[in-house]
Nanobody, 122 residues
Framework: QVQLVESGGGLVQPGGSLRLSCAASGTIFRINTMGWYRQAPGKQRELVADITSRGITDYGGSVQGRFTISRDNAKNMVYLQMNSLKPEDTAVYYC????????????????WGQGTQVTVSA
């Protein structure tokens, strides 16, 4: 019933920038933490960045200083601004949101988007 849809992926040159967007819709009482994860071929899925409902952020070590996560609570959206992109950033990027469906659901449930491909290549 909850759906997360990513957009903004594509092909970019090393040193370039992309901005990813993710929109959450469906049965939503509150959205707790939202975040971005990525998975490259042959690698495990890893945290890129996440952000709490109050705006507190965490970043994976490989993207610190280059990527910025933000959210718009009124629109149920989360964004990832990616600058100074490197070939090793190439991966499928997945949106994640921990969502409370109703008042008594204090812990929420993790939902995932379908993923969007980011390719960094000259």
């Amino acid at each position: 019933q909850v759906q997360l849809v990513e957009s903004g992926g594509g092909l970019v040159q090393p040193g370039g920038s992309l901005r990813l967007s993710c929109a959450a819709s469906g049965t939503i009482f509150r959205i707790n933490t939202m975040g971005w994860y990525r998975q490259a071929p042959g690698k495990q899925r890893e945290l890129v960045a996440d952000i709490t409902s109050r705006g507190i952020t965490d970043y994976g070590g490989s993207v610190q200083g280059r990527f910025t996560i933000s959210r718009d609570n009124a629109k149920n959206m989360v964004y990832l601004q990616m600058n100074s992109l490197k070939p090793e950033d190439t991966a499928v990027y997945y949106c994640n949101a921990n969502i409370r469906n109703y008042y008594a659901d204090y812990m929420g449930y993790d939902y995932w988007g379908q993923g969007t491909q980011v390719t960094v290549s000259a």
